[in-house]
Protein backbone atom coordinates (compact mmCIF):
# COMPACT_ATOMS: atom_id res chain seq x y z
CA UNK A 1 0.00 0.00 0.00
CA UNK A 2 1.54 3.88 -0.70
CA UNK A 3 -0.07 6.60 0.12
CA UNK A 4 -0.56 9.24 -3.24
CA UNK A 5 1.45 12.79 -3.13
CA UNK A 6 -1.74 14.17 -2.26
CA UNK A 7 -2.50 11.85 1.26
CA UNK A 8 1.37 12.56 2.05
CA UNK A 9 0.93 16.13 2.68
CA UNK A 10 -2.27 15.77 4.01
CA UNK A 11 -0.34 13.50 6.92
CA UNK A 12 2.86 15.59 7.05
CA UNK A 13 0.75 19.06 7.05
CA UNK A 14 -2.04 17.79 9.86
CA UNK A 15 1.44 16.20 11.71
CA UNK A 16 2.31 19.68 12.58
CA UNK A 17 -0.80 20.36 14.36
CA UNK A 18 -1.19 16.91 15.80
CA UNK A 19 2.27 17.25 17.32
CA UNK A 20 1.72 20.18 19.44
CA UNK A 21 -0.90 18.20 21.01
CA UNK A 22 1.05 14.74 21.02
CA UNK A 23 0.48 13.44 24.63
CA UNK A 24 -2.55 14.62 25.03
CA UNK A 25 -3.64 12.61 21.62
CA UNK A 26 -1.61 9.60 22.64
CA UNK A 27 -3.20 9.48 26.07
CA UNK A 28 -6.83 10.04 24.70
CA UNK A 29 -6.44 7.30 22.17
CA UNK A 30 -5.30 4.67 24.46
CA UNK A 31 -7.74 5.75 27.23
CA UNK A 32 -10.62 5.40 24.28
CA UNK A 33 -8.67 1.98 22.97
CA UNK A 34 -9.19 0.55 26.64
CA UNK A 35 -12.56 1.55 26.89
CA UNK A 36 -13.96 0.32 23.94
CA UNK A 37 -11.81 -3.02 23.25
CA UNK A 38 -10.90 -3.50 27.16
CA UNK A 39 -9.74 -7.34 26.08
CA UNK A 40 -6.90 -5.17 24.76
CA UNK A 41 -5.75 -4.62 28.49
CA UNK A 42 -4.49 -7.94 28.85
CA UNK A 43 -0.97 -6.43 27.59
CA UNK A 44 -0.48 -4.07 30.09
CA UNK A 45 -1.44 -5.90 33.41
CA UNK A 46 1.61 -3.93 35.71
CA UNK A 47 -0.20 -0.31 33.74
CA UNK A 48 -2.21 1.88 36.03
CA UNK A 49 -4.76 1.92 33.59
CA UNK A 50 -6.62 5.09 35.34
CA UNK A 51 -7.80 7.73 32.75
CA UNK A 52 -5.16 10.19 32.74
CA UNK A 53 -2.18 7.84 34.93
CA UNK A 54 1.34 8.48 34.36
CA UNK A 55 1.49 5.03 32.88
CA UNK A 56 -1.13 5.90 30.20
CA UNK A 57 0.69 9.33 29.67
CA UNK A 58 4.00 7.85 29.19
CA UNK A 59 3.08 4.80 26.62
CA UNK A 60 0.49 7.29 25.12
CA UNK A 61 3.62 9.99 24.15
CA UNK A 62 5.58 6.92 23.05
CA UNK A 63 2.85 5.63 20.95
CA UNK A 64 2.60 9.44 19.31
CA UNK A 65 5.99 9.35 18.95
CA UNK A 66 6.32 6.46 16.52
CA UNK A 67 3.66 8.00 14.36
CA UNK A 68 6.11 11.05 14.46
CA UNK A 69 8.23 8.48 13.08
CA UNK A 70 6.61 7.25 10.85
CA UNK A 71 5.42 10.76 9.42
CA UNK A 72 8.56 11.74 9.19
CA UNK A 73 10.08 9.24 7.16
CA UNK A 74 6.54 8.88 5.22
CA UNK A 75 8.59 7.48 2.26
CA UNK A 76 9.65 4.69 4.49
CA UNK A 77 7.14 4.12 7.26
CA UNK A 78 8.89 -0.01 7.18
CA UNK A 79 12.57 0.98 8.18
CA UNK A 80 11.30 3.28 10.53
CA UNK A 81 9.18 1.67 12.58
CA UNK A 82 10.74 -2.26 11.77
CA UNK A 83 12.63 -2.09 15.47
CA UNK A 84 9.33 -1.27 17.18
CA UNK A 85 7.67 -4.00 14.71
CA UNK A 86 10.06 -6.74 15.78
CA UNK A 87 9.55 -5.64 19.18
CA UNK A 88 5.71 -6.19 19.42
CA UNK A 89 6.16 -9.14 17.05
CA UNK A 90 9.23 -11.33 19.05
CA UNK A 91 9.08 -9.97 22.57
CA UNK A 92 5.54 -9.02 23.39
CA UNK A 93 3.75 -11.08 21.15
CA UNK A 94 0.81 -8.42 20.91
CA UNK A 95 -2.10 -9.78 18.42
CA UNK A 96 -1.74 -8.20 15.46
CA UNK A 97 -5.49 -7.26 15.61
CA UNK A 98 -4.92 -4.82 18.26
CA UNK A 99 -3.25 -2.04 16.10
CA UNK A 100 -5.92 -1.74 13.45
CA UNK A 101 -7.83 -1.12 17.14
CA UNK A 102 -5.60 1.23 18.54
CA UNK A 103 -5.52 2.93 14.77
CA UNK A 104 -9.00 3.37 14.94
CA UNK A 105 -9.30 5.11 18.24
CA UNK A 106 -5.63 7.43 16.98
CA UNK A 107 -8.48 8.25 13.68
CA UNK A 108 -11.05 9.13 16.44
CA UNK A 109 -8.72 11.20 18.58
CA UNK A 110 -7.19 13.31 16.26
CA UNK A 111 -10.76 13.79 14.42
CA UNK A 112 -12.32 15.18 17.43
CA UNK A 113 -9.11 17.28 18.30
CA UNK A 114 -8.60 19.00 14.90
CA UNK A 115 -12.48 18.76 13.28
CA UNK A 116 -12.16 21.72 10.98
CA UNK A 117 -9.11 19.97 9.19
CA UNK A 118 -10.51 16.44 9.53
CA UNK A 119 -12.23 16.59 5.95
CA UNK A 120 -12.80 13.35 4.10
CA UNK A 121 -10.20 13.41 2.04
CA UNK A 122 -7.89 14.14 5.34
CA UNK A 123 -9.93 11.05 7.13
CA UNK A 124 -9.23 9.00 4.16
CA UNK A 125 -5.70 9.80 3.88
CA UNK A 126 -4.92 9.19 7.67
CA UNK A 127 -7.03 6.01 7.54
CA UNK A 128 -4.75 5.09 4.55
CA UNK A 129 -1.50 5.90 6.65
CA UNK A 130 -2.86 4.45 9.76
CA UNK A 131 -3.48 1.28 8.40
CA UNK A 132 -0.22 1.73 6.35
CA UNK A 133 1.25 1.67 10.42
CA UNK A 134 -0.35 -1.38 11.38
CA UNK A 135 0.50 -3.24 8.39
CA UNK A 136 4.21 -2.48 9.12
CA UNK A 137 4.03 -3.00 12.72
CA UNK A 138 2.72 -6.99 11.84
CA UNK A 139 4.59 -8.24 9.09
CA UNK A 140 6.79 -9.80 11.18
CA UNK A 141 4.45 -12.12 12.14
CA UNK A 142 4.14 -13.03 8.83
Not at 69 to 86: C, H, T, W
Not at 87 to 101: E, G, Q, S, T
Request: hydrophobic share 45%.
Amino acid sequence: MSLTKGERTTIVSMWGKISTKADAIGTEALERLFASYPQTKTYFPHFDLHAGSAHLRAHGSKVVAALGDAVKNIDNVAGALAKLSELHAYILRVDPVNFKLLSHCVLVTVASHFPADFTADAHAAWDKFLSLVSSVLTEKYR
